[in-house]
């Protein structure tokens, strides 16, 4: 199983960014899909999530309305457009896999896991 994420990059203040993540060797449409993102010396945090067919998405409080997750199953493909970036947005970017989005919700049983991709937002 592969998770490759992409789109990461150095945008300013108020930019924006579209992050994507492809999925492989796994049945992409039975999996709940999200972001995590870590900030240097900072824990890994929860970003947003998307259930499986894609009618229910979750965000953390600091990037909704910013935000926004999408998925399309038939390119085994997970988005995350990222508007009006802000420099707390700076982070690595990484996307996930799991059964349900209680796994993103709890942060527990998340089954694949991608490499990351930095984004930058410079102020």
């Known amino acids: 199983v592969q998770l490759q994420a992409s789109g990461g990059g150095l945008v300013q203040a108020g930019g924006s960014l579209r992050l994507s993540c492809v999925a492989s060797g796994l049945p992409f449409s039975d999996y709940a899909l999200g972001w995590f993102r870590q900030a240097p010396g900072k824990e890994r945090e929860y970003v947003t999530a998307?259930?499986?067919?894609?009618?229910?998405?979750d965000y953390v409080s600091t990037v909704k309305g910013r935000f926004t997750i999408s998925r399309d199953n038939a390119k085994n493909t997970v988005y995350l457009q990222m508007n009006s970036l802000k420099h707390e947005d700076t982070a690595v970017y990484y996307c996930?896999?799991?059964?349900?989005?209680?796994?993103?919700?709890?942060?527990?049983?998340?089954?694949?896991w991608g490499k990351g991709t930095q984004v930058t937002v410079s102020s």
């Open positions: 996930a896999a799991g059964i349900t989005m209680g796994n993103f919700l709890k942060n527990s049983g998340l089954e694949y």
């Open positions: 998307i259930s499986w067919g894609g009618g229910s998405t």
